[in-house]
């Protein structure tokens, strides 16, 4: 298993790495894909609970959020979500009319797709879209990776406490440590790297990479423990079956939805 998620990974890593380095539509085209592909593993998710959301309804809106960060970044964001979601109520309301007893509940799965995965990952377009964004995002996002690898060698090495026994039995305090203490040196060399890269003037500091570091492993966790519960309630192991080792699109992208917005809003706020 292990090595499977290592050589899917590798195999990953340079086409992630092309699109970041590309930007623009190409990039945006790479997210909708990954977002889209998610979201269509989320609806089918509650599949599982007799639930119905409407996948051309996420990936839809999904596509929509998407273009509208590309385009204008949150001008659009107003009529794009009013439309969304009055769409999303017709579309619930006509398959009640045609039998389906559940479309209030299809209705608001439905919309936590379209916005959980869809208005949060589209940060990862708003945070490649800043100020040498193709450096900030070489940070926040190898943090996470940095944050998870830890805390699994960590929690397999020396785990003992539980860090949420009902969501994630194998997670432990001792792994979210060890990823915390490995991520935040891990930003600051990263930021340094970057920050070469960059320019002096970039804003990237070996301090704003320990920041980050230090945020991507102790927050966006909860991203992957918030799938680990939708997954336990409607009693499916893996999102899907796409990426060997790893499981599906969702699983992949579980943290990066946190570590997006979290990370977008640290930089505009503290280093922009």
């Not at 379209?114 to 940070?139: D, E, H, K, M």
């Not at 102790?218 to 893996?238: C, F, N, W």
Request: with cysteine.
């Amino acid at each position: 298993m292990l090595l499977k998620r290592i050589l899917v990974s590798f195999g990953l890593l340079p086409v992630g790495l092309i699109l970041i380095a590309v930007g623009g539509w190409v990039y945006v085209a790479g997210v909708a894909l990954i977002l889209s592909l998610a979201g269509i593993e989320y609806a089918r998710l509650f599949r599982a609970a007799n639930l119905q959301p409407s996948e051309h309804l996420i990936v839809g809106g999904i596509l929509l959020i998407a273009v509208g960060r590309e385009m204008d970044g949150f001008a659009s964001a107003h009529w794009i979500v009013s439309f969304i979601i009055l769409a999303g109520m017709t579309y619930h309301l006509w398959k009640y009319e045609r039998g389906r007893e559940l479309a209030a509940s299809d209705f608001s799965v439905s919309m936590s797709g379209v916005f959980y995965i869809g208005w949060l990952g589209a940060y990862l377009i708003s945070l490649r879209n800043l100020p040498n964004g193709v450096w900030w995002i070489l940070i926040v996002l190898p943090a996470v990776w940095l944050a998870d690898s830890a805390a699994y060698f960590v929690g397999t090495r020396w785990g003992r406490h539980k860090l949420a026994p009902r969501l994630s039995p194998k997670k432990s305090w001792e792994g979210y440590i060890g990823g915390i203490l490995a991520a935040i040196p891990g930003g600051a060399l990263l930021a340094v790297a970057c920050q070469y890269l960059a320019g002096a003037n970039s804003g990237i500091t070996p301090l704003s990479g320990a920041v980050l570091g230090l945020a991507m492993a102790a927050l966006p966790t909860l991203g992957d423990l918030g799938e680990s519960m939708i997954k336990r309630q409607v009693g499916v192991k893996d999102s899907g079956n796409l990426l060997p080792g790893h499981g599906g699109v969702f699983d992949r992208i579980d943290s990066w939805l946190w570590s997006a917005v979290i990370g977008y809003y640290i930089i505009v706020w503290f280093y922009q």
